[in-house]
């Protein structure tokens, strides 16, 4: 039985070990899109539609501690924006 990979049961997201080393990351489900950007604090942003953070209107977004804690929060926050 393999390892599970993605942190979310709804979005394909790296550990925190992935973010820990600064990395950003951005993905999509259906016309939900999402990025999470990186600096003292992780930074979270949703959209509808399949335009780049840089063009979309941003609908939502939050900071979140860079902790384990903190990404958890994140996660939650994420897969709320999505089932609502």
């Known amino acids: 039985m393999s390892e599970k990979t993605s ?5 394909d997201i790296p550990k925190f070990y992935y973010f820990q080393s600064g990395n950003d990351y951005s993905g999509s489900k259906g ?17 509808h ?8 209107k941003i609908e939502h977004e939050e900071e ?5 804690e903190g990404f ?3 996660i939650d926050w994420l897969e709320k924006q999505y089932n609502n």
């Open 7 to 11: 942190v979310s049961e709804i979005f």
């Open 72 to 74: 958890r929060c994140m």
């Open 64 to 68: 979140f501690e860079r902790t384990e």
């Open 49 to 56: 539609g399949k335009l780049c953070s840089m063009k979309a």
């Open 31 to 47: 016309d939900f899109s999402y990025k999470i950007t990186n600096a003292e604090k992780m930074k979270c942003m949703t959209w």
